[in-house]
């Protein structure tokens, strides 16, 4: 398809830098435009709306209550922006179009963050690789680029300070050429965040390492540890985030909705302009029409299905990547510190990242087809395994292995491309198909600037009147606001957990400090509502032995954060199911008790909600996982 073919439109701001047009049929590369700084200020109503994000007390509408503002959204009576998709970018695309003064309706066909969302590295990163290839490539576009994404790095972590923070991570060298050469890469990492530096980068000798980072082998493939360099990148809870967006941008006014489910464009018959969408409640099987003036298409790697909705001859905007991530105890690697190891004896990137107190490591993407539950396959979680065993002195074990999950990433590319090394990790914005914004691409940590680009082209799109200009750079996400890293200490010292015992019997808890600080990372300062609920409603036990995770969450997700199954709370809310699938497995009757009384769930619905809580528990292959050994890994 040629670019002229295409009615892709140039939907770049006044800001927007560069725009690359490519051979994939004229889809816009852009590079994100420059947020405009509202300071904390601005007009009454961005006021109102600040303070009602941060009251500690607002509650969200309810699921009924958001579905009843989609089906009034009439011809006559549309909203201005419905969003299909609710990942990273559909939930920042609501949240910044709400903040704007815009009415918002948003559709998720499972749950929030249920697709490639909760299945990243949760970094939020620059690219210390693109780094590198915008330096050997002098390629000022991949530079910009990095240059940007270190800028939002810095914001995300600052909007949503309890579910973020910096994390080192060590780069081990084994010959002195490493040394200066991952030394001076990583000062010049420093340098282009500028003013954005997490902390500075430093070498450590390979003593110094070792105490650091006691698992890390003295020496890898035959060759002695020379010493490591250390720089910063940011780490996050990524579902809790994209959770935390939907609430907010719930509370800004958008009717979020989940388990809704895009099965049709409505058209205008004269233009054929798209007016809205047939959505089908899953929960209920219910269908019902949905009017608004832009419709975004924040679908993911899902979005050339949606466009394909529209016009069946829509060429694919996306190359699908999938990658996949193995948990390991904790003992791997130290609470506080990462290891990445840039390049393996055959090229590809490993690391392994300390994360909500077991250790995270996985590899470079490789190519992959578009499926909605992606499952790892057993070579990718051995190639991880005997990655990361060159340069540890722990023995690798596949038994080791809590939990494993594949993710796919929606590169948008030039089909022409040979490799996903090649592709470039821009946002594509395009409007091809009139009524319908396509927006995929990029990464988690860019997915606010990347909202704001499509929530500018959905304007231009609907001649829309927003009240103001876009806020999000600065607008702390709920839970956030007033939040300090001391936190946890209030819950500790004012809060006990309240127990049942199996008499029946309410018996005190102690809030202890690992539960406290678990609280007050995954909640914020709404972490002492959870609190109230574990000390006044007797849920004050753990769902699973050796994790934090509290009885009252269940009922406190179910009544505040859309949680409507069993599967979104082991997946999306808790992270049970990505830590630890057999602890998921033994928190799930308990689980489905408390929601089955928060929303009245019969015998039936309850014994569904344990099949399918099961099914999706065997796609991180738990089972298997306990069983399997291959001889090399005991
Ligand atoms: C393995 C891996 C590791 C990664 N690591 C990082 C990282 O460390 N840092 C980083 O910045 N980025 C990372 N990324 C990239 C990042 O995760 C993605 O760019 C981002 O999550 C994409 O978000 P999204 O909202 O566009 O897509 P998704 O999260 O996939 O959301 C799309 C949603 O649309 C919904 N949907 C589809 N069709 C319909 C329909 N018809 N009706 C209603 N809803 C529908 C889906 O259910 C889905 O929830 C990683 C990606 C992968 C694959």
Same mark, same amino acid.
């Given at each position: ?28 590369? $852009? ?7 509202? +300071? ?20 969200? +509408? ?105 994390? @080192? ?28 530096? $997490? ?10 390492? %070792? ?44 009717? %979020? $909705? ?21 959505? #089908? ?32 001859? =829509?060429?694919?905007?996306?190359? +699908? ?93 030039? +089909?022409? =491309? ?15 198909? @009139? ?123 179910? #009544? ?6 069993? %599967?979104?709370?082991?997946?999306? #809310? ?61």
């Amino acid at each position: 398809m040629s670019a002229a073919a295409t009615r892709l439109r140039r939907l770049a701001t006044a800001a927007t830098a560069a725009v690359a047009v490519t051979a994939c049929g004229g889809a816009i590369l $852009l590079t994100p435009s420059v947020a405009s700084n509202d +300071p904390a200020g601005g007009s009454a109503t961005i006021q109102s709306v600040r303070r009602t994000i941060n009251n500690p007390s607002a509650v969200v +509408p309810s699921r009924t209550v958001q579905e009843s503002s989609l089906i009034s959204a009439t011809s006559a009576n549309p909203v201005d922006i419905l969003v299909v998709g609710g990942g990273a970018t559909g939930c920042g695309v609501a949240l910044d179009a709400a903040t704007r003064g815009l009415r918002v309706g948003l559709v998720e066909r499972e749950d929030f963050s249920s697709g490639t969302s909760s299945r990243s590295t949760k970094l939020i990163h620059g690219g210390v690789r693109y780094l590198e290839k915008a330096l050997f490539n002098l390629d000022r576009g991949q530079l910009k680029l990095v240059f940007h994404a270190l800028e939002e790095r810095k914001q995300v972590i600052e909007n949503a300070p309890h579910l973020c923070h910096a994390l @080192p991570c060590m780069t081990p060298c084994f010959n002195w050429f490493e040394v200066v050469y991952y030394w001076m890469g990583l000062k010049m990492y420093d340098l282009v965040a500028g003013r954005h530096l $997490l902390h500075l980068s430093r070498y450590y000798s390979a003593q110094e390492s %070792v105490e650091l980072f006691p698992t890390l082998a003295r020496k890898g493939n035959d060759k002695s540890l020379r010493g490591t360099v250390v720089y910063y990148d940011g780490q996050m809870n990524d579902s809790r985030l994209n959770v935390g967006l939907a609430c907010t941008a719930a509370l800004a006014g958008a009717a %979020v $909705l989940n388990h809704a489910e895009v099965v049709s464009f409505l058209k205008d018959e004269d233009t054929q302009r798209i007016i809205g969408a047939r959505i #089908r409640d899953n929960l209920s099987g219910q269908e019902f029409d949905t009017y608004a003036k832009v419709v975004v298409n924040a679908a993911g790697p899902f979005c050339d299905s949606l466009r394909k909705m529209a016009n069946k001859d =829509a060429q694919p905007m996306i190359c +699908p990547s999938s990658g996949v991530h193995i948990i390991l105890p904790d003992y791997y690697s130290p609470e506080g510190m990462g290891l990445i190891v840039p390049k393996t004896k055959d090229g590809r990137v490993v690391f392994m990242l300390p994360w909500l107190g077991r250790t995270v490591a996985g590899t470079t993407d490789s190519n992959a087809s578009i499926t909605p539950l992606p499952e790892p396959h057993e070579d990718e979680i051995q190639f991880i395994l005997d990655a990361i065993c060159d340069y540890l002195n722990v023995k690798v074990r596949r038994s080791d292995v809590l939990s494993a999950w594949s993710g796919i990433r929606p590169l948008a590319v030039d +089909p022409n =491309a040979k490799n996903t090394e090649s592709i470039s990790r821009d946002h594509v914005v395009s409007e091809d198909y @009139p009524g319908l914004v396509t927006i995929t691409g990029g990464k988690w940590t860019t997915y606010r600037s990347m909202a704001e680009d499509a929530v500018n082209a959905a304007i231009k799109s609907g001649k829309l009147s927003p009240g103001n200009e876009c806020i999000t750079s600065n607008l702390r996400l709920i839970g956030g606001d007033g939040w300090e890293p001391s936190f946890f200490t209030v819950l500790a010292q004012q809060y006990v957990r309240m127990k049942k015992s199996y008499g029946g019997k309410v018996v005190p808890g102690l809030m202890d400090t690992a539960a406290a600080k678990h609280l007050s990372h995954a909640y914020g300062t709404l972490a002492e509502r959870v609190a109230t609920i574990a000390q006044n409603e007797a849920l004050g036990k753990r769902l699973a032995h050796g994790y934090p995770c509290l009885e009252a969450e269940v009922a406190y997700c179910a #009544r505040n954060e859309y949680c409507e199954s069993a %599967v979104d709370f082991i997946a999306r #809310r808790s992270r049970l199911a990505f830590l630890d699938t057999d602890a998921a497995g033994r928190a799930l009757p308990r689980i489905i008790q408390i929601l089955s009384t928060e929303h009245n769930w019969d015998r039936s619905r309850q014994k569904e909600e344990m099949k399918k809580a099961k099914e999706f528990l065997e796609t991180f292959k738990s089972s298997k996982n306990a069983q399997f050994h291959d001889g090399k890994h005991q």
